[in-house]
Structures are given as C-alpha cells and as structure tokens.
C-alpha cells in the first residue's frame, strides 16, 4: 500500500452509486438488457429536505436535481450476472432465484472483489424484512494489491407504507429498502511487516501516521432507495458515507461525513428508453384543488378530497370532503423532524367540502406536517407558518 488518502477515496465509491435491480419481483418491471436510467441527481441535504421515520414520511425538493446525460446509468444482464455501470463504474450482482447478492465493482484505476457475494435482498420485498452478513474482500488498484484483506458487516431491511411528497405531488405506499455496510480498512491478521512500506510500518511513503489509529477506523456506507409498484426503477435514493473514529474501548465517539449524493428517478423517466409508455401510477396525485392521491390515472380514488392548508396565530385549517358518504378521520399534527405536535383528532368528514382545523403549539413557528387518516389510506400535506 502507496498511501492513505487513496485509499478513502477508493473506499468512497465501493458502494455509493449502487442502484438496486429488480424492485419487485414482477416482471413488468424488471429491468431489461441494455437499459438505460436518467435519474436526477442532488446532494442528499438539498434533494431530500426531511425523512419522518415516525410518519414514513420523505419530503424532497425536485428544483434541487440537475439532468445531465454525462451522469446516466445503464443495466447489462447476462445470465445471472446483473451489471449496473454508472460514473465510470461497473457494479456486479448476481440473481439466484429470488435473491438478489452484491460481489464487487471495477473502473480503470480499481478492482474490488468480494471472497463470496453478499445477499442484499429477496424477493419479493415484504414489511420487516431484514438480511446481515458478514463479507470479506480485496482492492487492487492498477493491477497491485492496494488492501490484501478487508472485511466487514451487511445489513438491509424493508419497510412498507412510505409516503415521498414535495408538499404538491405525492406518492404512497412506496417500499424503503434500506442498506448499509460497515467495513474495517484492513484486518491486521492479514498484515506481513515483511511488506514493503506496508500499513505495519510506522511511515508510509512520506507521510508519518498513527498505524494503530488508521487500522481503528472504520468506513460506513448507507444506501437507502425507496420504489414503487408502478416505477422499474427506485423512485429515489439516498448514499452516505461516513468514517467512524473510535475510542480506546473501541467504541464509536464519532461519525465524519464524507459524502451525500441522491438521486431521483421520476415517473416520466423511468421508461424513457425502452419506447414502452409509462404505467399510470395509482397513487400519485396533487393535494391541492381537492384531488390527493390516486384515482384519475384509472385506478381506485382515495376516501378524500383534500385541499390546501390554510395556517393562523395557533390553528392550522384544512379542507376535506368524501366521495362516498360520510368517512371517520383523523388529524395529527408533526414538526418537519417527526415530533407529534397536536393530536389525534378526530372528525366525521361528509361529501360537502368543509375546513376542520387542530391546534398549534405557542410558539411553534416553521415547517410542520399534518397528517390525515381515513381507514386504510393516509394523506400527509406540509404546512408553513
């Protein structure tokens, strides 16, 4: 090993430009040889503005994405071999039946391999689903070994009834798959002193480094992606990594960020290349003019007619009326970070609009989320005051 600082940078992109194939196990929507993808692309905190674990909630910004045709991303499917290649870089899965398994990526400068592939999913999703693993691999950079040995744990899991909403359109009953990975730089035991200008040196190359510190530290990558039935391809994605530092006990003290990218893949792109039409989501629709939800693309209309939020000093105001005579609901009032402000309250909404209004807490000032619930469905609609 030459240095430390390629090998961050290398680390940085092992994981970060993975998008999943095969959302669902269906197969009007698994991915085709030779598909092509254009998704938007952000940083994470200027794409996504806020994730409500509480209220399954994402509220996303789509002015903050750029589409650029430099920053596409293809698929190539040979057999059980599944390849996703985007910023210069092959990714490399294989299917086995319904289980979907990661084994490496390549690009010019790097060669990164798993000993064994690592299962990321099976299909189909369902809520609650979770998968852990631990793996073992090697880098080479330029044909040299860079890390003889480095090794870590997976983790993913699914969870159903999501809701994506910029505060207009929304989306429900979206899946979040969620995807980290934790890894150690190296493992000592794979370490020979015998190596020249290795990490059980205390110099490499020029620089003058704490070994035993570097060997501590820990690289974590975070992937989370959220599909829909009707999207071919995650309807959004979010990639983090962050270096963990850790104390003397070996436990984290802290957590560096080192880079944040999302993506968006919307509706109107997800089958832009294959000249079929875009399947109609059901449940996509605009809050305003009384039309949340689903229901004008031919599939089933919501319970609910719902308007714009209207706030004052302390209440915030909203107008509901039903399709099919009179519906039971619920309001309940969060902060922009999933904290329940007012609620729940209850109404009886009845096919004539009519505005129902809940309490603000004196003082709360900002961003806040409100939420409607009306038997199976759920309809979330920002507020600002």
Request: proline share 5%; with cysteine; charged share 20%.
């Amino acid at each position: 090993m030459k240095r430390y600082i390629p090998i961050i940078l290398l680390a940085l992109i092992v994981f970060a430009s993975i998008a999943v194939a095969y959302p669902r196990y269906d197969k009007n929507n698994i991915p085709r040889d030779g598909d092509r993808l254009h998704p938007g692309i952000a940083e994470s905190e200027t794409l996504i503005m806020s994730v409500i674990d509480s209220a399954k909630t994402v509220i996303i910004d789509p002015e903050a994405i750029t589409f650029d045709g430099s920053l596409d991303a293809s698929y190539y499917m040979d057999g059980d071999t599944v390849s996703y290649v985007q910023f210069a870089t092959k990714h490399s899965f294989l299917i086995n039946g319904d289980t979907l398994s990661y084994t490496g990526y390549e690009n010019r400068a790097s060669d990164f391999r798993l000993d064994r592939p690592v299962m990321l999913a099976v299909f189909p999703m369902g809520e609650g689903d979770a998968v852990m693993e631990e793996w073992s691999g090697h880098l080479l950079q330029y044909g040299s070994m860079l890390l003889r040995h480095f090794k870590g744990i997976s983790r993913s899991g699914v969870e159903a009834g999501w809701t994506l909403t910029d505060g207009t359109d929304t989306l429900r009953n979206v899946t979040r798959l969620r995807w980290t990975l934790d890894m150690a730089y190296a493992d000592p035991d794979c370490i020979d002193s015998a190596m020249p200008d290795s990490v059980a040196s205390e110099r490499i190359s020029e620089m003058q480094v704490d070994v035993k510190a570097l060997l501590s530290e820990r690289l974590l990558t975070e992937r989370t992606m959220w599909f829909s039935d009707d999207a071919r391809y995650p309807v959004l994605s979010d990639s983090r990594v962050s270096r963990i530092i850790l104390d003397e006990g070996g436990a984290p003290y802290d957590t560096v960020p080192m880079s944040m990218l999302a993506m968006h893949n919307p509706p109107s792109y997800q089958y832009s290349d294959t000249g079929e039409e875009i399947e109609k989501p059901q449940n996509v629709g605009k809050t305003g003019g009384y039309d949340a939800g689903g229901g004008t693309d031919g599939g089933s209309p919501d319970l609910l007619k719902i308007g714009e939020p209207e706030t004052t000093e302390d209440l915030i105001t909203i107008t509901l009326a039903s399709r099919t005579g009179s519906v039971k609901a619920t309001l309940t009032l969060f902060s922009d970070t999933g904290i329940i402000l007012t609620g729940p309250v209850q109404v009886t909404v009845g096919t004539v609009a009519r505005p129902y209004s809940v309490p603000v807490p004196t003082g709360w000032n900002g961003v806040m989320l409100l939420r409607v619930d009306a038997g199976a469905e759920s309809h979330t609609v920002k507020a600002i005051r």
